[in-house]
């Protein structure tokens, strides 16, 4: 019976009194269904060993829960050590005798969960060891997310996940009608509930959401775009005819702009202009009018004037020139020289003030009309939408007739011939001399003396001599036309000054080459002394004062040229030494293939470039990315500026830059190996010390001939060389900001960002003192990088560290294998009086030495540097605090090398420290550089172990 007194069958055993008890029962298989993680319900009864004397010692009150997974059934050929435990089951309560005479038994229900499951079924098996106990019933099953549909989107049923605690992401798919916003997603959690749903899809256009779905729009509403929001009402004069209506088309006679939204009313074109009134003025008129009586329904009014001349014939338009938009007069003089000639353009020409088209106010002047002439107007109402109608367009129409008038303005005036008292003037007649010329009066004064005195003479003709004039002076002279009406306007000042009364063309010109002598003198001298200055003496460890002479006797210290590097920043335009310096090359010869990077400006692309008659090159595209302002194409282009100015093998080669076209593009050679700090991380402990050097050797020269040409780097850095397939170097990054010279409250500035402190000299990070010098002590930070593979100068130190470690006289280390000639070599180039510093040249001439000597590079410093003082506790790897292998690999950055010393045995830091450098190669370590950095830590570690004074290292 069960505990509502049913009568229920079960599987039971109550072997209590037998010792060791092993009663199997197994399910048969069970297919998996796809489910990763299954549950076990079990119902059973239980009775208590105490109700049951003498069984104390072989009775159980627990059982066993086994499962075994297969891809078909297999019936009896499992064995019982084949099943997996899942668990020891205990019942909560259990029964006695007293319960047993009733008949009724205690149901105890236990659920268990078994995942991951891999195989299609499994079985079930229940071992009991010796218990009294009846399974009264076994439900097993899985759960599952019932499909849902949440932000217009459905989610189908899922089964949920392997394990309790994983979550089953589900995507959904939208429903008809709708569109993705953000992918929908919810995920099933182990329980078989749905989460929080993520992202959403919306209606598309011409549908709205009802009810978790979308329906289309009905019949005279709209809606343009997907969304949320609901179908709108159709705007004034507009309709839709359709269901799902993406916009309203316009009713018959109405319009909408290019650039009136789908929400904007339709509107039509205005009517003409009302009330119009003329007022004639000689050969000008003013028209005003009122604005129409149906603006279309608008606000943007405009209004247009046509002009025809009816003189007899049939109406011809009026003559406009290109300058008739503006309503300004010309103002001012003019000088000219002999033979010159001025003239007024236009002033004849019929001009409308403020303009003839695109007017705003109801009002226009027109002038330069020809006198007693008829003339037509017709005034004219448009909107945004006038050109979209078919119908000819309504006007106002005026007619006028002009008065009597002045003639117009002389246009030209030119100096025929010149002498000591006279002047000779020809000039043309007016384009409107509105009736028959009758003379012309011709004005003439002494420059800045009008108000004094002034001379007037009359010529019939379009020429006169004035005479009378003093020697060498500067006389102003004007002429206007006379006609029956009255005079004209006089014509614009024009200045021309009288030949002088001794000639000295002679004594000018000796001057002129007396100055042209002295200048070159000076050039020259000034020139002598800058090369003399430059000369190469640097008398440290690796020459002698035999050397020196042959420097000398053999050229090496030779002077530069006599090009020198011109700031693109000293022009009033830097945009003009572009072009100056750069060739543009059209944007159809340039084909980008791939992004390779990104720059402040923009990105940085591969492509291939192809020149009339030549093969196509691989370049490096630096583009200028959109929106940008003008300083910054500016500054961009200021870096083409710069390398166009330079040649040489180890500073890189501009090939041209795009500048007509869009994306603006600074074109370089191609360097396939990338930046060369990221080039020796990729390949640490791959070369020997001779290709390092050689490395070095090219920078220094390129170097070298930056300064010679008077260029200061600023930012030389590892990760300003680029190389080439060919392992050549060569220096790049010449766009930096002049900030730092012009501006004081910036000092820790540049186009670029901070400072690079750790490549900075002091005093230019103290003084913004950059020199050459300042230069050379940044190639020593280049030449640490290089020889430690690109590892970060001072390490994990802040900025703030580092400047006060300089400050208190330290000095980085050698890195680990770097010979002590190198190192030496850098802390030359870290000499804190600037001018004790080598020159770039004087470094050629000892890396050129080392090179020719390979031997001098055998002398290994793998420790320090003796007048190298110590760095603060935190930058000293303390192996002492090491308590295993693996965190001493990791202190050293050789994690990579873990399971080669667990494989070999090498479990305690006792065992490493009586390593060798076969051991190291017997474990795998096959690069070189990775060799001798781990057998040096071992050294330092056994030195540290033996309590030897060791001096500061970094490993």
Not at 122 to 139: E, K, M, N, P
Not at 346 to 370: D, I, M, Y
Not at 403 to 432: F, G, K, M, Y
Not at 860 to 882: G, H, K, Q, V, Y
């Amino acid at each position: 019976m069960d505990e509502y007194f049913s009568p229920i069958h079960t599987y039971q055993v109550c072997n209590v009194m037998s010792p060791s008890q092993n009663n199997w029962l197994r399910t048969g298989w069970i297919p998996r269904e796809g489910a990763r993680r299954i549950y076990i319900e079990v119902k059973f009864t239980l009775r208590d060993c105490n109700s049951m004397p003498g069984v104390l010692g072989t009775c159980k009150e627990t059982f066993n829960l086994y499962y075994y997974e297969s891809d078909r059934a297999v019936g009896s050929a499992v064995r019982e050590n084949q099943f997996i435990k899942i668990d020891t089951i205990a019942a909560d309560e259990s029964f006695t005798g007293v319960d047993l005479g009733v008949r009724r038994l205690k149901l105890n229900t236990e659920v268990r969960g078994v995942g991951p499951l891999s195989r299609r079924g499994f079985y079930l098996a229940f071992q009991d060891i010796g218990a009294c106990i009846a399974l009264t019933s076994v439900r097993v099953y899985y759960k599952r997310c019932v499909g849902v549909s949440r932000n217009l989107a459905v989610f189908t049923d899922v089964v949920t996940g392997a394990d309790s605690s994983s979550l089953v992401e589900v995507r959904g798919q939208c429903v008809d009608h709708a569109e993705e916003r953000d992918t929908p997603k919810m995920y099933c959690s182990a329980e078989g509930e749905w989460l929080v749903p993520i992202g959403r899809c919306v209606c598309s256009a011409g549908f709205e959401e009802h009810r978790d779905s979308c329906v289309a729009c009905e019949v005279g509403f709209y809606k343009p775009v997907a969304g949320d929001g609901l179908c709108g009402k159709c705007p004034q004069h507009s309709h839709s005819e359709t269901r799902a209506a993406l916009s309203c088309p316009c009713d018959s006679n109405y319009y909408r702009a290019a650039d009136d939204p789908p929400a904007a009313p339709c509107s039509r074109p205005p009517s003409a202009p009302v009330n119009v009134i003329s007022s004639v003025n000689g050969t000008s008129v003013n028209l005003e009018w009122d604005r129409p009586l149906d603006t279309g329904g608008r606000s943007d009014l405009q209004y247009s004037v046509v002009c025809q001349k009816c003189s007899g014939g049939p109406c011809e338009d009026c003559a406009s020139s290109p300058g008739s938009a503006s309503g300004g007069k010309s103002g001012g003089g003019m000088s000219i020289g002999v033979g010159g000639m001025v003239e007024r353009m236009g002033s004849a020409a019929v001009r409308f003030v403020p303009r003839q088209n695109g007017l705003t106010e109801p009002w226009v002047t027109v002038l330069n009309l020809a006198a007693h002439t008829n003339y037509s107007f017709r005034l004219l109402a448009m909107n945004a939408v006038t050109h979209l109608s078919n119908e000819p367009s309504p006007y106002a129409l005026v007619n006028i007739t002009t008065n009597q008038a002045a003639p117009s303005e002389v246009l030209a005036i030119r100096q025929e011939n010149t002498s000591q008292n006279s002047v000779t003037l020809l000039w043309h007649e007016p384009d409107q001399p509105n009736g028959v010329i009758l003379e012309y009066d011709i004005k003439y004064y002494e420059k800045d003396n009008e108000a004094q005195s002034y001379s007037t003479l009359k010529s019939k003709n379009t020429s006169a001599r004035v005479s009378g004039l003093k020697p060498g002076t500067k006389y102003i002279f004007q002429v206007r036309a006379r006609t029956s009406a009255g005079c004209g306007r006089f014509s614009q000042n024009v200045e021309i000054q009288t030949g002088k009364a001794v000639p000295l063309r002679y004594n000018t010109m000796t001057i002129i080459w007396i100055c042209m002598a002295l200048v070159s003198g000076l050039v020259t001298f000034l020139a002598i002394i800058i090369c003399r200055k430059r000369h190469c003496g640097y008398s440290k460890a690796f020459q002698d004062s035999d050397e020196e002479k042959m420097h000398y006797q053999n050229g090496h210290v030779s002077f530069p040229d006599a090009r020198f590097y011109i700031d693109p920043h000293t022009y009033e335009d830097p945009c003009q030494a572009v072009h100056e310096f750069a060739r543009e090359i059209e944007a159809s010869r340039i084909k980008i293939e791939k992004i390779i990077g990104s720059g402040e400006f923009g990105e940085v692309c591969y492509g291939r470039m192809r020149l009339p008659g030549k093969r196509d090159i691989p370049v490096a595209l630096k583009t200028l990315k959109a929106g940008y302002t003008e300083k910054q194409k500016r500054d961009f282009l200021a870096e083409a500026s710069i390398m166009a100015q330079f040649d040489h093998p180890n500073v890189i080669r501009l090939e041209g830059v795009v500048t007509q076209s869009k994306p603006v593009m600074i074109i370089t050679e191609y360097m396939e190996n990338g930046s060369l700090d990221s080039f020796l991380r990729r390949h640490d402990g791959q070369f020997t010390i001779i290709q390092l050097v050689g490395l070095l050797r090219g920078i220094a020269a390129g170097m070298t001939y930056l300064s010679d040409l008077g260029y200061i780097h600023r930012d030389l850095a590892a990760r300003n060389i680029l190389v080439n397939s060919n392992l050549v170097c060569k220096v790049s990054d010449f766009g930096l900001s002049r900030v730092l010279e012009d501006d004081p409250d910036a000092a820790y500035t540049t186009s670029g960002g901070k400072i690079p402190i750790r490549w900075t000299a002091p005093e230019a990070i103290a003084y913004r003192k950059f020199s050459s010098s300042s230069d050379v002590w940044s190639y020593g930070v280049v030449m640490w990088e290089v020889m430690s593979y690109g590892e970060r100068p001072y390490w994990n130190l802040t900025n703030r560290d580092v400047i006060k470690s300089v400050e208190e006289g330290y000095r980085l280390p050698a890195p680990m294998g770097c010979p002590a000639p190198l190192h030496t070599l850098m802390l030359d180039c870290w000499q804190k009086d600037r001018n004790e510093r080598p020159r770039f040249c004087q470094i050629v001439t000892v890396l050129d030495k080392l090179i020719r000597n390979p031997e001098n590079l055998k002398s290994m410093d793998t420790l320090c540097s003796l007048n190298s003082p110590p760095l603060m506790e935190r930058a000293i790897p303390d192996f002492s605090s090491c308590n295993s292998v693996n965190e001493w690999l990791d202190t050293i950055k050789m994690g990579r090398y873990k399971d080669h010393f667990a494989a070999g045995g090498y479990q305690t830091l006792g065992h490493v420290i009586s390593m060798n450098q076969g051991d190291i190669q017997r474990l795998g370590v096959t690069l070189m550089g990775h060799q001798k950095k781990i057998m040096t830590s071992v050294q330092l570690m056994r030195a540290q172990v033996l309590n030897k004074s060791v001096p500061s290292v970094h490993v």
